[in-house]
């Protein structure tokens, strides 16, 4: 079943299934018909997202357990809602004593019936190693930090974790635990184990498993392997074989092994069940990288589309001015490439080495087999896929699947040829065409397509979109920096490219996972049209201790986060701090989460608390608030209306403006959005500040998809518009017959905006959309409402 809209819940012991059940009746005014779900999996206790699955095989009892689950179920369907689920079948949370399958595989080693479900590199030295000590081996061992448990059966590591003691060695320990007080009769016996326990900083170069990307407490599983695939998704498909569940979103695909035949086999599986479900991938697209229509699912989850709306948001006029001032202020380079290419270096050699040298030996294990290769050594081999892996300009290639011709990675082995050792130019192109064409090359391919993907994430999300501070409303999960802006033909085009091959893909502009909230950057894309008023607070601001990049990046945030009409809140200052130390550590430049500066931390953190109080900061952002505003008004019509499946992420129907986790996961307060405002109260323009306004917007966007179903199953087909403000419209209608669904929404119009969200009805002057034929003034489209959604 294709959902008409979902409505994203992150599930929590503090927020239950239970307490999800009691908002059916909102839901279903708001006029959502599926409910959609952050993993239910059993998670570790305390998780907060559920994506630290311990055991998928049962539905996790901290939100409610199996029959929580139900119940919620059934008090949904009562509404018509639905649910869509999130699965993780990339990893597992590992560590502490609670995966089961985990502690199995320290137990018996090769040896476990879990072997296989875990991506481990056993040779050559048939262990895993193990590096969770937080301090180096020999000091833990002799600081007491490793204990025998008093029943023999374990090593507890920091009061924390549990390491099984193999079972040729239980007697011994059991009958004697005390003998283990003393550290050289406890190394002894772990030098037996099927595990090396190491210091957590040994598992960049030495980790011999595969983790979601540097996270060592999340193992990835070979879900390849149909007993794998079997076991992780027993649950997700039993519930959505008796109609528990219509759908599956899928959690990180590219760190599959294979993902197009996993989203294949997926599809498989439900349509034996019960046909028509829904099924979207989580998936971050390069800037011309399209999903492959033969992986069969409906679309990815929405990253594309946020992209898209917000490129529409932004003034092109604004990119120089903007860039040249970063430039001057922060002293960094202006454009995103030159940022992002010393970031991949900095994670290749810092993050990634052990798994570079896994797969530059993958490699050499070919050119060792061939007398016309032999001599090609694995530094030789590594110093290119390094080159490679720089160069390469999305999540993975997918070497010679439909996916991709081959073009892309043979791009990148073009540019690291350019940059080469002496002698060493044509192997690029080499281990490309390896990867492209040789059956044998298939795990050394597997092994760089794994490593690409966590590569892009950390290097560009989480390290250059934080040290990146042109504008950062074009810094966000699967954004493109690069492109700045795009005009509302260009928007269109690209949304009717994406609707010919998925029409059903999700629509989102928030989630769990965004780096500000979607009403934050849309403010934000107003500074793209106020260029000058941005530079003059900047160069107003008085000197301070931090770097100068830094601050105007926390002051960004600041204004971006600014209420909508008030002054700020108690709480704000201390989410700008959370913000601040966050940004500064995913940066990496004076700051880390392995290394904290905690000195300089709390300066920036201060320097924060200065700008809240620096009356132009909050002035800036009160003049700009009814803006963006207006683009959020945009970006929830567009989302609403336009082809594909629109996502409200939690409590996003009211003003989001949330920053990064954890802040962007707080608590909804429902009871303050009931009841539901109604489209066309005058009432919702006066008090627009409180977000009554967006969400009577968006419920009555949805409420038009309920009623007039075939409208929305009609193509998008742009709207001709004349006169001088033109270039300020976006206009669409989906037609069937004499009755069409017609949007029209302002475009760049902060000069034309007061103190409400709405443009000046004489700023649109002779400005007309023809509709059916006939000519309709801009000036009575928007005359009484923000942006136009209705039927004609």
């Not at 070497?399 to 690291?416: F, K, M, P, V, Y």
């Not at 690029?428 to 044998?440: F, N, S, V």
């Not at 306004?693 to 193509?715: M, N, Y």
Request: glycine share 8%; with cysteine.
């Amino acid at each position: 079943m294709i959902p008409r809209a979902t409505y994203r819940i992150q599930f929590h012991a503090g927020f239950t299934f239970a307490d999800a059940a009691a908002q059916a009746d909102y839901l279903a005014d708001l006029g959502i018909s599926h409910l959609y779900a952050s993993p239910i999996s059993t998670a570790r206790t305390g998780s907060m997202h559920g994506y630290d699955v311990v055991d998928p095989t049962t539905i996790n009892p901290a939100l409610g357990g199996e029959d929580g689950f139900r119940a919620m179920a059934a008090a949904l369907r009562e509404r018509g809602i639905g649910i869509i689920i999130d699965i993780v079948p990339n990893h597992m949370g590992v560590g502490g004593d609670e995966n089961g399958w985990w502690l199995d595989v320290l137990e018996h080693g090769e040896g476990s019936a879990y072997a296989r479900f875990f991506d481990i590199d056993w040779q050559p030295t048939g262990k895993l190693l193990a590096p969770f000590l937080g301090q180096p081996y020999g000091e833990a061992l002799a600081a007491g930090a490793l204990k025998l448990s008093d029943d023999g059966t374990a090593v507890i590591a920091h009061d924390a974790h549990r390491f099984p003691i193999r079972p040729e060695d239980r007697a011994e320990t059991e009958a004697d635990p005390r003998r283990f007080d003393d550290p050289a009769e406890l190394h002894a016996l772990l030098e037996r184990q099927h595990y090396r326990l190491a210091w957590w900083r040994t598992a960049g170069d030495e980790i011999n498993w595969r983790r979601f990307f540097d996270i060592t407490e999340l193992a990835a599983l070979r879900v390849e392997d149909q007993a794998v695939f079997d076991a992780v998704h027993a649950l997700p498909l039993r519930l959505y074989g008796e109609g528990l569940i219509d759908g599956l979103r899928i959690d990180h695909v590219d760190g599959l092994a294979d993902p197009a035949g996993y989203c294949r086999r997926l599809r498989a599986a439900m349509d034996a069940l019960r046909p028509g479900g829904y099924l979207v991938v989580e998936k971050i697209l390069a800037a011309d990288e399209a999903l492959p229509i033969g992986w069969q699912t409906d679309g990815t989850s929405g990253y594309d589309f946020m992209n898209e709306v917000s490129a529409l948001l932004h003034d092109p006029a604004g990119e120089a001015p903007l860039t040249e001032l970063w430039q001057r202020v922060s002293g960094r380079a202006g454009d995103f490439a030159s940022e992002e290419h010393r970031a991949r270096i900095e994670t290749l050699e810092r993050t990634f080495p052990g798994q570079l040298n896994a797969a530059a030996a993958a490699f050499h294990g070919i050119a060792m087999s061939d007398a016309e290769t032999r001599d090609l050594t694995q530094g030789m081999i590594r110093r290119a896929l390094f080159g490679m892996l720089l160069h390469f300009d999305a999540y993975r290639s997918y070497a010679g699947s439909e996916a991709d011709n081959g073009e892309r990675l043979r791009t990148a082995a073009r540019a690291a040829a350019d940059a080469s050792a002496p002698g060493e130019a044509e192997l690029p192109g080499r281990l490309a065409e390896w990867m492209l064409t040789r059956p044998e090359a298939r795990d050394a391919a597997r092994r760089f397509e794994q490593l690409s993907a966590p590569l892009a994430a950390k290097a560009v999300e989480d390290t250059a979109f934080y040290r990146y501070g042109r504008l950062l409303s074009r810094t966000d999960v699967g954004f493109d920096p690069a492109r700045f802006a795009q005009t509302p033909a260009a928007f269109l085009d690209r949304i009717a490219a994406r609707t010919r091959n998925f029409p059903h893909a999700m629509l989102a502009t928030a989630t769990h996972d965004h780096k500000r909230g979607e009403d934050v950057r849309a403010r934000l894309a107003v500074l793209s049209e106020v260029p000058d008023a941005w530079a003059a607070l900047v160069e107003g601001l008085d000197d301070s201790d931090i770097d100068p990049g830094d601050r105007l990046m926390i002051l960004q945030t600041i204004v971006g986060a600014w209420p909508m009409a008030s002054a700020p809140a108690d709480d704000f200052a201390e989410r700008i701090a959370d913000w601040t130390r966050k940004a500064l550590r995913e940066a990496k430049l004076r700051s880390s989460w392995t290394q904290p500066d905690e000195a300089y931390e709390a300066r920036a953190i201060a320097v924060g608390e200065t700008l809240i109080g620096t009356p132009g900061v909050g002035a800036l952002g009160g003049q700009i608030a009814a803006a963006g505003a207006l683009n959020g008004l945009v970006q929830a019509a567009l989302r609403c209306t336009l082809p594909g499946v629109p996502d409200c992420y939690q409590g996003t129907e009211f003003w989001d403006l949330s920053l990064v986790d954890p802040d962007n996961r707080r608590p909804v307060d429902y009871a303050a959005r009931q009841p539901i405002a109604v489209w066309g109260d005058p009432s919702i323009l006066s008090d627009w500040a409180s977000g009554r306004i967006k969400q009577a917007l968006i419920a009555h966007a949805l409420a038009l998809r309920a009623s007039e179903p075939t409208l929305f199953e009609a193509p998008l087909s742009p709207l001709d518009i004349t006169g001088e403000r033109a270039k300020h419209l976006l206009a669409f209608e989906r037609r069937v017959g004499d009755r069409a669904l017609v949007v029209v929404t302002p475009l760049r119009t902060a000069s034309a905006v007061g103190d409400t969200p709405m443009v000046d009805a004489d700023w649109w002057g002779d400005t007309h959309v023809t509709i059916a034929g006939d000519r309709h003034r801009a000036a009575d489209l928007l005359g009484e409402l923000p942006v136009h959604v209705a039927v004609h």
